[in-house]
C-alpha cells in the first residue's frame, strides 16, 4: 500500500515519517515551499518539527500531483477547517475509490459536519473508502519512538484490518473498531474540553476541579456522540477518554495551552496570533456550540468555554455559574 500525506504540520510529518520507517512507501505532501526544501537538505521540518531528523525514505513534496501519483491510501492531516476546499481542489488527481484516513480533528463551522461527512461531500463523484485514525498521541512523543496506542473506525472491517496492520509499528498500536463516526467525534469534542481544563488551571484551581472537568467532559462528549450515530464503548476508549485526558493534562496540548493562557488573562487573539499550529478547539468550539442547539443536546462546559472565547465572559464567572446551575443526578 502506497501512502499520500495531506497536510505536513507537526502530526503530518510525524504520522508519514513513522510509516516510511516501518517499510511503507509513503509520500508527504506540503503546501509550504520552505518545508519541502528543509526536509529535503537536513531530513528535518524545522518549522514545526524541530529536532526530529526524518527517515531517509520519506519523500516530500510541493506538487499534489507527484504526491500522489500511484498512491491508493490518502492520509489527511489537514486542519479540519480547511479539509473541504483541500480535497475538492484534489479531486481529479485522486482515484476512482481512494481509501482516505483522516487524523485530523473537528467539526466543520460552515456545515456542522464531522470529518467522515466533509470527506463524502468534498469528494463528489468519487467512492471514498472512509477511516478516522484518532487517539492519546502528541506529535513529539510518537516521533521519538515512545509508545502510543490509537484507534482507527472503519466501516469496512476488512479494509479496517488492512490499515490497522499498516499504521501499526513496535511503538505505534492501533486498536480497530467499526465506529469510525464515535472515533472521529471524540478527537474533536476533547479539544473545547481541554481548553476548559487549561482554563481552570490558569485560574489557580487544584487536581479536584481537572478531575471534575474531565468527567463531565466526557459526558458531554457521550451525549452529544451518541446523537450523533456513535457508540457509548468508543467513549470509553481511546480515542474518547484515552485521549481527553492526555489533552487535559499534557503540556504539549495546545488546545489546553490557549485555556491556560486565557485563565491567566491573556486575549483569545494575541494568543492565537502567537502560535505556529493550529488549535482545533477553538474552531470546534463555537461548532459544537451551534451544533448542541441544533440536535438539543446539553453541554454546558462547552456553553461557558464558547461564552469566554466568543462572548468575553470572564473566566472567573463562567466557574461560578457552572458550580452553581441547578443541581442534578449524575
Known sequence: MKIAVMGAGAWGTTLADMLAKNGTETTLWARE????????QHRENRVFLP??????????????????????????????????????????LLPERPVIVCASKGIELSSLAPMSRVVAESLEGKRPRYASLSGPSFAAEVAADMPTSVSLGCED?????????????PYFRVYFTPDYRGVELG??????????????????????????LITR?????????????????TFMGLSGMGDLVLTCTGDLSRNRQVGLRLG??????????????????????????????KLGVELPITDQVHK????GKDPAQATRDLMSRDLKDE
Do not use: W
Open 264 to 293: 491567566q488573562g491573556a486575549r483569545l487573539d494575541d494568543i492565537i496570533g502567537e502560535m505556529k499550529a493550529v488549535a482545533e478547539g477553538v474552531k470546534t468550539t463555537q461548532a459544537l456550540y451551534d451544533l448542541s442547539k
Open 187 to 212: 478527537g474533536a469534542v476533547k479539544n473545547v474540553i481541554a481548553i476548559a481544563a487549561g482554563i481552570a488551571d490558569g485560574l489557580g484551581f487544584g487536581h479536584d476541579a481537572r478531575a471534575a
Open 33 to 40: 515551499p520552505e518545508v519541502v526544501a528543509d526536509i529535503r
Open 51 to 92: 529536532g526530529v531528523t526524518l527517515s531517509d525514505k520519506l519523500r516530500v513534496e510541493s506538487d499534489p500531483q507527484a504526491a500522489f501519483e500511484g498512491a491508493g491510501c490518502f492520509l489527511v492531516v489537514i486542519p479540519s477547517q480547511f479539509i473541504r476546499p483541500a480535497l475538492a481542489g484534489f479531486r481529479d
Open 157 to 169: 472491517h476488512e479494509l479496517g484490518r488492512e490499515l490497522q496492520e499498516a499504521f501499526s509499528t
Open 308 to 311: 469566554i472565547l466568543y462572548e
Open 217 to 233: 467532559g466526557l459526558a458531554e462528549l457521550s451525549r452529544l456522540g451518541e446523537a450523533m450515530g456513535g457508540q457509548e464503548r
